[in-house]
Every structure is written in C-alpha cells, then in structure tokens.
Nanobody
Framework: QVQLVESGGGLVQPGGSLRLSCAASGSRLSVYEMGWYRQAPGKRLELVAGIRSNSSTNYADFVKGRFTISGDNAKNTVYLQMNSLKPEDTAVYYC??????????WGQGTQVTVSS
C-alpha cells in the first residue's frame, strides 16, 4: 500500500510564497513521475507541474516563472515552491505519483489560500 503525505499549504498574502511537500511511502515503490494538480471551487482539476525520474519538468502556462517543482528520488518526495502568489492561485493542491507497481496514486490535498 502507498501513502502520500502532503504539507505546506496555508494562507498567504498576494505576492507571498509557500512551499508544498509531498512524501510517498510504501513497499516496493518505483515512482517514475510526480506532479501537482489543483482544483479551485467550481473549477476543473488542472495540472500545475510535473517532474519525472530523469528530472525533466513541465509546467502549466499560468505558473511558469512563478512556481518551481523539484524532487528527491531517494526519498520519493516532491516539492512545489510557489512564489508571487495571486488570489487566483487559491485552490486545493493535490499531489499525484505514477508508480510502476501501484499506478496512479493521489494525495489527500492541501488548501492554499491567497488573500489579503
């Protein structure tokens, strides 16, 4: 069984920063991709950023230049550094991994609220 533990969400003022973390644990993990998604109230789930085991990354256009995804393969952990946050970044952020054995696994989500 695989468990994802997310942390780092919270309330921040516009222009501020937050760092999200997601750690995967479980037996026989072989994670080849990790990513962050978000869902704002009344909106669809959308990809924010992804990172693969070869360290290649991809970003949604709306976060390019503001957010940075990074990972620690040895710890099966992924981070999302969010800078220059805007009110429209307010959403529940979900971590997702793709694993050779377990397939797609989602975290429970962490709330990010950007408001003055």
């Amino acid at each position: 069984q695989v468990q994802l533990v997310e942390s780092g969400g919270g309330l921040v003022q516009p222009g501020g920063s937050l760092r999200l973390s997601c750690a995967a644990s479980g037996s026989r993990l072989s994670v080849y991709e990790m990513g962050w998604y978000r869902q704002a109230p009344g909106k669809r789930l959308e990809l924010v950023a992804g990172i693969r085991s070869n360290s290649s990354t991809n970003y949604a256009d709306f976060v390019k230049g503001r957010f940075t995804i990074s990972g620690d393969n040895a710890k099966n952990t992924v981070y999302l550094q969010m800078n220059s946050l805007k009110p429209e970044d307010t959403a529940v952020y979900y971590c997702r991994i793709l694993d050779v054995v377990y397939g797609s696994v989602w975290g429970q989500g962490t709330q990010v609220t950007v408001s003055s």
